[in-house]
């Protein structure tokens, strides 16, 4: 090891922190080559997790004391890959190596943006909190510009729209006939808008960009505020879309709540068709887990799943987080990743979202409205019990984490669309409405407190 290395780590080891600096640092191995620091480390999913959160701390303590930042790469080591205990014949199944990425889409697309070659249908799990996104983005590749156009696409971060829209273009790209498929973020269509506005070359511009089949722009939230760019695109999406091209969209939030968005642009985003991805229901986070641990060659058992599954935060980042975080563990201190080892390292969560039960909400909520559970549950349609069910359902979703089935059960029966719905209503007016938030928060309070978590 250099010794320029073994200096560096007090450094790294403060700035870092204890848990992380045991995480990321111990399992690295550094040496030094005519190009720089090369970083050797367990697995890919590691490589990607480091570069992303700790390259800069590390270039800076390897720079102490020199005047320009080292150049410092981080490499997968191939003989290397985290500690996997071969399974005896009989037990799970198979580990299957991840497929090889699409070549075809190198190779024969004109490509405008860039692929995650990983991200497919194949790798994405469906679940009923993405399972009507799921279906229309399946259903766009399939008919480009027919029935879905545009496609807009939103939801919070870390949810999978990326994915799925890059699981769209490969699917198009795929399979013949061959089209012209762009797939960026709004963010780089400014910037090449920027660059060729620069260079005096808008001519070639609106030629790249109005000549193709499908234009997938990533985070459109993103153009709020961004005038000039918002004009150009306005042009590009109608010449696009009165020529019958497809156009897909995707948002952190929908089309109205993007402030800042001109008015025309925001009624062409709402003139297709809008499907928003959820927070995956607890079952689906396991089987998400579980799909990731496969792809990346962890083994992991359905008893880890399900703890680390509960343990983790809501998004699929933090999921994908904690899954390296123990794969990283198990190869450094070389065991398996067991049940044992999963407990200690992912301790429970301070707030766990279990505490509050449906039923709970129910009664508070009754109890707010002065209803009795069996009103609140009935299938009256009046009004002074639609919004207080809504109320209750929305409540159920975001503090009792329940799934939309088995809320719809417990609310008389129901089918998951009609909890669904009254989730994205009370969401809606939320956001619009000041008085409906203020008693939100009342009895999101009061059922923290009743749970005995603490808010906040
Ligand atoms: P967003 O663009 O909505 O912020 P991403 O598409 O970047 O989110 O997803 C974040 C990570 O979570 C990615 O690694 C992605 O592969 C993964 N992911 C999200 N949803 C799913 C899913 N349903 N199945 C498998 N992986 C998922
Ligand atoms: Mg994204």
């Known amino acids: ?20 600096f045991a995480t990321w640092i111990e399992p690295v191995r550094c040496a030094r080559d005519a190009e720089g620091w090369r970083l050797e480390v367990p697995s890919r999913f590691f490589q990607e997790w480091l570069s992303r959160h700790f390259l800069n701390t590390i270039r800076e303590a390897l720079g102490a004391g020199t005047v320009s930042a080292p150049s410092v790469r981080v490499v997968v080591h191939a003989h290397d890959s985290v500690a996997q205990p ?24 004109p490509k405008i943006g860039h692929l995650v070659a990983e991200y497919t249908f194949e790798s994405f799990v469906v679940g009923e909190a993405n ?27 870390g949810l999978g729209k990326t994915h ?11 399979r013949p006939p061959r089209r012209r498929v762009a797939a960026l973020a709004a963010e780089t269509f400014m910037n090449t808008l920027i660059s060729a506005l620069r260079h005096d070359q808008m001519g070639a511009f609106r030629d790249r960009f109005r000549d193709l089949d499908v234009l997938i722009l990533d985070d459109v939230q993103f153009l709020a505020g961004k005038e000039r760019t918002q004009e150009e695109f306005f042009h590009t999406f109608n010449a696009l879309h009165s020529a019958g091209r497809q156009v897909v969209l995707t948002s952190d939030k929908p089309p109205h709540e993007i402030k800042e968005l001109e008015q ?9 068709l809008i499907a928003d991805i959820h927070p995956p229901t607890p079952e689906m986070r396991v089987a998400i887990l579980c799909k990731k641990a496969a792809r990346h060659g962890v083994e992991l058992s359905a008893d880890v799943a399900r703890l680390v599954a509960e343990r983790s935060g809501t998004t699929v980042r933090e999921l994908e987080g904690a899954l390296t975080r123990l794969s990283a563990m198990a190869a450094m201190r070389g065991v398996p990743l067991d049940l044992e080892l999963a407990a200690q390292v992912m301790p429970p969560l301070a707030r ?6 449906v039923e709970q909400v129910q009664e508070l909520v009754c109890q707010h409205f002065r209803l009795s559970v069996e009103e609140l549950s009935s299938h009256r349609r009046v009004r002074p019990l639609v919004f207080p069910r809504q109320v209750a359902m929305y409540l159920s979703r975001t503090m009792a984490d329940a799934s939309f089935l088995s809320i719809g059960e417990k609310f008389g029966g129901r089918d998951h669309s009609t909890v669904m719905y009254a989730v994205r209503m009370v969401e809606e007016k939320r956001a619009q409405d000041p008085s409906t938030g203020s008693l939100l928060r009342s009895l999101e309070t009061q059922l923290r407190q009743e749970s005995g978590a603490h808010a906040g």
């Not at 200096?7 to 992380?20: H, K, S, T, V």
């Not at 025309?264 to 297709?272: K, M, Q, W």
């Open 264 to 272: 025309r642009l925001r009624s062409r985003f709402e003139g297709g």
């Open 86 to 109: 071969v399974p005896p014949a009989s037990s799970a199944a198979p580990v299957r190596p991840a497929p090889a990425p699409p070549r075809h889409v190198a190779a024969r697309a």
């Open 352 to 357: 766990s979202r279990k505490m509050v039960s």
């Open 1 to 20: 090891m250099e010794a320029e290395w073994m200096e560096a780590l007090p450094l790294l080891r403060q700035r870092m922190g204890e848990r992380n």
């Open 164 to 174: 799925l829209i890059n699981a769209l273009a490969h699917e198009l790209l795929g």
């Open 131 to 157: 399972a009507v996104a799921c279906h229309a983005a399946r259903t766009v590749a399939e008919t480009p510009g027919q029935r879905f156009n545009p496609f807009f696409l939103w939801g919070g971060v």
